[in-house]
């Protein structure tokens, strides 16, 4: 019992050391009408390594969160498209957006303490707007994946732009 506990918050404290080390890990995925990944980035703040460990994790959590944003949406209080903290799993969060339709969702995972949630919300509200004009390309087929080296050049820039 003690061993699995002392693993436990070794395992734990080399998570917390290695976001010290390399800054914040992001995970951002644009989910369609049917619930589908449209889009997926791994982005890590001071580190140009993608930590691959935490792919399976990350979209775990992340689609998981769905059922949650449903939840808000369904609410006849809420008319916003920014949702803030939607979800909390161990030290990540997850931020959502949605359109104005409700049939594509964007969430960010992250594991940042404090949040400006000026700048989320500036770094949502850019990305709807650049995948708001990748879907009026006439060649795009709506609710596929997005598969353009420009369009991940764009976010990428926006990334490091608002995330800390």
Known sequence: MITIICCFFFNH???????????????????????????????????SEKNSDNRYLSQFIAHSSLDLIDEYLSSPTNNNM?????????????????CATSTIKFLLLHDV????????RSFFVEIYELYTKYCLNPFYE????????V??????????????
């Open 142 to 149: 709506h609710h596929t994946p997005i598969k353009s080296p």
């Open 13 to 47: 404290f080399e998570t917390v050391m290695s976001t010290i080390l390399n800054g914040s890990s992001y995970y951002l995925v644009i989910v369609g009408r049917s619930d589908n990944p449209i889009y997926e980035l791994e982005y890590c703040s001071k580190s």
């Open 151 to 164: 369009f991940d050049k764009k976010i990428l820039t926006l990334a490091k732009k608002y995330l800390p």
């Open 82 to 98: 920014y949702l803030k903290t939607v979800d909390k799993f161990n030290e990540f969060m997850v931020n959502a957006f949605v």
């Open 113 to 120: 303490n404090k949040i400006d949630e000026a700048s989320f």
